[in-house]
């Protein structure tokens, strides 16, 4: 089983960069499809971005253009690169690994949330961007 740890939130003034990162340990990404989750106090979480075994990338309307993911499997880890921040995102932010099936097109958010073996989440990070 892969565990997953992210690094790299805090605080940022609106406008501002921050990049999120998650360490994976005990399996290989290579096999994993990645995505990243947030969720706001007292709202309902949400997927901001996806990531597949080929390196093909979705988004959130909300974040596009403005977020960027990408890996680096040499280190077992994938981060988001978060420019322009707005306050709208602070959030606790996750790191999510989907085992690849070979039916799997891995492009859905919500599959990453069913409580199967298949995902792993991280134990998320705070991220605040002040106006």
């Known amino acids: 089983q892969v565990q997953l740890v992210e690094s790299g939130g805090g605080s940022v003034q609106a406008g501002g960069s921050l990049r999120l990162s998650c360490a994976a340990s005990?399996?290989?990404?290579?096999?994993?499809?990645m995505a990243w989750f947030r969720q706001a106090p007292g709202k309902e979480r949400e997927g901001v971005a996806i990531?597949?075994?080929?390196?093909?990338?979705k988004y959130a309307d909300s974040v596009t253009g403005r977020f960027t993911f990408s890996k680096d499997y040499a280190k077992n880890a994938v981060y988001l690169q978060m420019d322009t921040a707005k306050p709208e995102d602070t959030a606790t932010y996750y790191c999510?690994?989907?085992?690849?099936?070979?039916?799997?097109?891995?492009?859905?958010?919500?599959?990453?949330?069913?409580?199967?073996?298949?995902?792993?989440w991280g134990r998320g990070i705070q991220v605040t961007v002040s106006s």
């Open positions: 005990g399996r290989s990404l290579n096999t994993y499809c």
């Open positions: 999510v690994a989907r085992f690849r099936r070979p039916w799997d097109p891995c492009m859905v958010f919500s599959d990453y949330e069913k409580q199967i073996l298949d995902n792993t």
């Open positions: 990531m597949d075994i080929e390196g093909r990338t």
